[in-house]
């Protein structure tokens, strides 16, 4: 469609303006570097005219060392007044000896200072530095000029022996410099204006002369997108311009050609491709990517226009699996991986052959179906069934050993018959447990767990479960049933913390943590139990010393049937699932369930509960 183009967005325009800037930047640059060197050799041309000559700074050291210092101060003086400093400087020159007394001035009118102290602690700092001379630049903003001021030390030089008797003081006015720049400085100013004002102008005509062809077969392109074939583009020359107007005129001719063959197959194969929920990957003979529809794009996370032309077993990568001849003659489905660190992902790929009805093979095609979730169920489904195999065989075959060692004759000992008759009666409490936990994890997974919430107060539904753990650790020492010893301790906040929870599920979380911390720690050990508030959280944390969680299976500990100390852990009785069981619990109350642990140094559990602070003055039973 023709829209119109306003005068700043013409190419014309844009010409004029890349010039005319290109001007501009280069002049300023050339007028700054000019500039900034011009200045620097002003100003080192200045400080060479200002400088004393040596002759005059010996004497001056000389007359410093004198004891008569009336007669050293008049030769001073004589000294400074035949100092070939420019008028222009306007310069002062003092003489000051290492004590900072004044000893001359080249001034006529200010004589008086003459014999008095210093009071510039540029001066002071030049004596005390055992003679490190000093150079600066001031502006004096009373006057409105710059000054430099140098202060050069004068050393004498005895026995092999540097000894600072003083310093020359200089101070001189920059105007005269700054004046000579500021007058160069306008006169490339003015320069630098006539040229951009003419280079401007150069730049408008040779603009129009290559935006006049170029509007012309803007134009006759139009007219071609819009269906409209007829027209010719003039031909002004031989040059770049005048071949591409000829590239125009036999483009029409073309384009016109092709259009109506192509139109049917472009919708045809679009709407094909549109509606396609697979990935769709078509190649030519050689098996280059011809057609690539936007759902392989997202599968193989690649740029669709990258892709084109690119052998599709580099697009796949199978190049080190496969040939294009071991697709071509025996096309087949593949199973592609391409599961990263963020995500998995698992393609099943489908070959087949592009024929002609002669039986060229013209290329491939190759259809893309993502089995990710398929591929992860069943691999679930195999664990789960091998967990679970694994974990009833242990008990079952204990419980037929003993079975078969009590029907060979060993019910009749009296000492060995109750043990084995205990022994199988706790690996069927441990196989009944297993199956109940399993059938709990069976009704999280399906949904058909039903949790009864209620509000509570974490406080005291936490100190609870602690306080029935302490009751068991007080009964089995004093009962001796346990060769260790816990201390439970508790940091809970003060404030009272209502969350709602079911609190049977809750305290099975709770009773699950705590006999795995009781269960790890040592002798004397102490579990510490934590509530605290953060935001719009509540955090619970229980917290053992013992051996700790490596680090390698710290992300595998809510796993299903997960043991980091498989042989202890079923000595202990543990089927595994408490932890798993733990985390679908919390997960369903809107929660987080995590642990932190160094091998070696203790594991603590963090359990995340959704919170919401009230006032005391809200009532918390008020129905909604």
Same mark, same amino acid.
């Given at each position: 469609?023709?829209?119109?183009?306003?005068?700043?967005?013409?190419?014309?325009?844009?010409?004029?303006?890349?010039? +005319?800037?290109?001007?501009?930047?280069?002049?300023?640059?050339?007028?700054?570097?000019?500039?900034?060197?011009?200045? =620097?050799?002003?100003?080192?041309?200045?400080?060479?005219?200002?400088?004393?000559?040596?002759?005059?700074?010996?004497?001056?050291?000389?007359?410093?060392?004198? +004891?008569? !210092?009336?007669? *050293?101060?008049?030769?001073?003086?004589?000294?400074?007044?035949?100092?070939?400093?420019?008028?222009?400087?306007?310069?002062?020159?003092?003489?000051?000896?290492?004590?900072? =007394?004044?000893?001359?001035?080249?001034?006529?009118?200010?004589?008086?200072?003459?014999?008095?102290?210093?009071?510039?602690?540029?001066?002071?700092?030049?004596?005390?530095?055992?003679?490190?001379?000093?150079?600066?630049?001031?502006? @004096?903003?009373?006057?409105?000029?710059?000054?430099?001021?140098? &202060?050069?030390?004068?050393?004498?030089?005895?026995?092999?022996?540097? !000894?600072?008797?003083?310093?020359?003081? $200089?101070?001189?006015?920059?105007?005269?410099?700054?004046?000579?720049?500021?007058?160069?400085?306008?006169?490339?100013? &003015?320069?630098?204006?006539?040229?951009?004002?003419?280079?401007?102008?150069?730049?408008?005509?040779?603009?129009?002369?290559?935006?006049?062809?170029?509007?012309?077969?803007?134009?006759?392109? $139009?007219?071609?997108?819009?269906?409209?074939?007829?027209?010719?583009?003039?031909?002004?020359?031989?040059?770049?311009?005048?071949?591409?107007?000829?590239?125009?005129?036999?483009?029409?001719?073309? &384009?016109?050609? /092709?259009?109506?063959? =192509?139109?049917?197959?472009?919708?045809?194969?679009?709407?094909?491709? /549109?509606?396609?929920? #697979?990935?769709?990957?078509?190649?030519?003979?050689?098996?280059?990517?011809?057609? $690539?529809?936007?759902?392989?794009?997202?599968?193989?996370?690649?740029?669709?226009?990258?892709?084109?032309?690119?052998?599709?077993?580099?697009?796949?990568?199978?190049?080190?699996?496969?040939?294009?001849?071991?697709?071509?003659?025996?096309?087949?489905?593949?199973?592609?991986?391409?599961?990263?660190?963020?995500?998995?992902?698992?393609?099943?790929?489908?070959?087949?052959?592009?024929?002609?009805?002669?039986?060229?093979? %013209?290329?491939?095609?190759?259809?893309?179906?993502?089995?990710?979730?398929?591929?992860?169920?069943?691999?679930?489904?195999?664990?789960?069934?091998?967990?679970? %195999?694994?974990?009833?065989? =242990?008990?079952?075959?204990?419980?037929?050993?003993?079975?078969?060692?009590?029907? #060979?004759?060993?019910?009749?000992?009296?000492?060995? *018959?109750?043990?084995?008759?205990?022994?199988?009666?706790?690996?069927?409490?441990?196989?009944?447990?297993?199956?109940?936990?399993?059938?709990?994890?069976?009704?999280?997974?399906?949904?058909?767990?039903?949790?009864?919430?209620?509000?509570?107060?974490?406080?005291?539904?936490?100190?609870?479960?602690?306080?029935?753990? @302490?009751?068991?650790?007080?009964?089995?020492?004093?009962? @001796?049933?346990?060769?260790?010893?816990?201390?439970?301790?508790?940091?809970?906040?003060?404030? #009272?913390?209502?969350?709602?929870?079911?609190?049977?599920?809750?305290?099975?979380?709770?009773?699950?943590?705590?006999?795995? +911390?009781?269960?790890?720690?040592? @002798?004397?050990?102490?579990?510490?139990?934590?509530?605290?508030? !953060?935001?719009?959280?509540? $955090?619970?944390?229980? *917290?053992?010393?013992?051996?700790?969680?490596?680090?390698?299976?710290?992300?595998?500990?809510?796993?299903?049937?997960?043991?980091?100390?498989?042989?202890?852990?079923? +000595?202990?009785?543990?089927?595994?699932?408490?932890?798993?069981?733990?985390?679908?619990?919390?997960?369903?109350?809107?929660?987080?369930?995590?642990?932190? %642990?160094?091998?070696?140094?203790? %594991?603590?559990?963090?359990?995340?509960?959704?919170?919401?602070?009230?006032?005391?003055?809200?009532?918390?039973?008020?129905?909604?």
């Amino acid at each position: 469609m023709k829209r119109k183009i306003r005068w700043y967005q013409s190419i014309q325009f844009k010409i004029a303006f890349v010039f +005319a800037m290109m001007l501009i930047i280069t002049l300023e640059i050339v007028g700054a570097v000019f500039v900034q060197q011009l200045e =620097t050799q002003n100003l080192r041309t200045f400080k060479n005219q200002i400088s004393l000559q040596r002759y005059v700074s010996t004497n001056l050291t000389s007359q410093l060392s004198r +004891a008569n !210092t009336a007669s *050293a101060n008049r030769q001073i003086r004589t000294l400074l007044s035949d100092a070939n400093i420019p008028s222009t400087a306007n310069a002062e020159i003092r003489v000051i000896d290492n004590k900072g =007394t004044i000893r001359g001035t080249n001034e006529a009118n200010n004589q008086q200072i003459v014999g008095q102290k210093t009071t510039d602690n540029t001066v002071k700092k030049v004596i005390y530095n055992n003679g490190a001379g000093s150079e600066t630049t001031t502006y @004096d903003s009373s006057s409105n000029q710059y000054y430099y001021i140098k &202060v050069t030390p004068l050393i004498k030089q005895s026995s092999g022996s540097s !000894t600072p008797v003083g310093v020359v003081y $200089i101070r001189a006015s920059l105007e005269s410099v700054y004046d000579s720049i500021s007058k160069i400085t306008a006169i490339y100013l &003015v320069a630098a204006i006539i040229a951009v004002g003419l280079g401007l102008v150069l730049s408008i005509v040779i603009s129009r002369a290559i935006t006049v062809p170029i509007t012309e077969m803007k134009e006759q392109t $139009i007219r071609i997108a819009r269906g409209d074939y007829s027209g010719q583009v003039q031909i002004y020359g031989n040059d770049e311009l005048g071949q591409l107007a000829s590239a125009v005129n036999n483009l029409s001719v073309r &384009v016109e050609e /092709a259009q109506e063959s =192509t139109e049917s197959e472009r919708r045809r194969l679009n709407s094909v491709m /549109a509606h396609m929920t #697979d990935g769709v990957i078509a190649t030519d003979r050689r098996g280059n990517v011809t057609i $690539i529809n936007e759902t392989a794009v997202e599968f193989l996370d690649v740029d669709s226009d990258q892709a084109i032309g690119q052998s599709v077993l580099d697009i796949l990568n199978i190049r080190k699996r496969y040939t294009l001849r071991d697709l071509l003659e025996d096309p087949d489905e593949i199973m592609l991986d391409f599961s990263t660190d963020d995500h998995d992902l698992i393609l099943q790929a489908y070959f087949s052959l592009i024929q002609r009805e002669s039986g060229f093979i %013209s290329g491939l095609a190759c259809v893309l179906h993502d089995v990710t979730e398929q591929q992860k169920i069943d691999q679930d489904r195999k664990q789960f069934v091998s967990n679970v %195999s694994h974990e009833l065989r =242990t008990p079952l075959t204990s419980v037929r050993s003993y079975i078969e060692a009590l029907s #060979d004759g060993a019910w009749q000992d009296p000492e060995i *018959a109750p043990k084995f008759l205990k022994v199988t009666q706790e690996e069927t409490d441990r196989m009944i447990r297993m199956i109940n936990d399993l059938l709990t994890l069976s009704r999280m997974d399906s949904g058909t767990q039903k949790l009864n919430l209620e509000l509570v107060n974490l406080n005291e539904l936490f100190n609870y479960v602690l306080n029935r753990f @302490d009751m068991i650790i007080d009964s089995n020492e004093q009962n @001796d049933r346990s060769d260790k010893h816990y201390t439970i301790k508790r940091e809970f906040t003060k404030r #009272d913390l209502w969350v709602e929870i079911d609190t049977d599920r809750f305290t099975q979380v709770l009773d699950n943590i705590m006999n795995n +911390a009781i269960k790890y720690s040592p @002798d004397g050990g102490i579990v510490t139990c934590r509530l605290i508030e !953060t935001h719009n959280n509540v $955090i619970l944390s229980i *917290a053992d010393q013992g051996l700790g969680i490596p680090r390698a299976d710290i992300p595998h500990v809510f796993d299903r049937f997960y043991r980091v100390d498989k042989a202890r852990s079923r +000595a202990q009785g543990g089927t595994g699932l408490g932890l798993a069981i733990s985390k679908e619990v919390i997960q369903s109350l809107g929660g987080k369930i995590w642990v932190e %642990s160094r091998e070696g140094h203790g %594991s603590t559990f963090y359990i995340s509960l959704p919170y919401e602070p009230y006032d005391e003055g809200d009532d918390l039973w008020d129905e909604a």
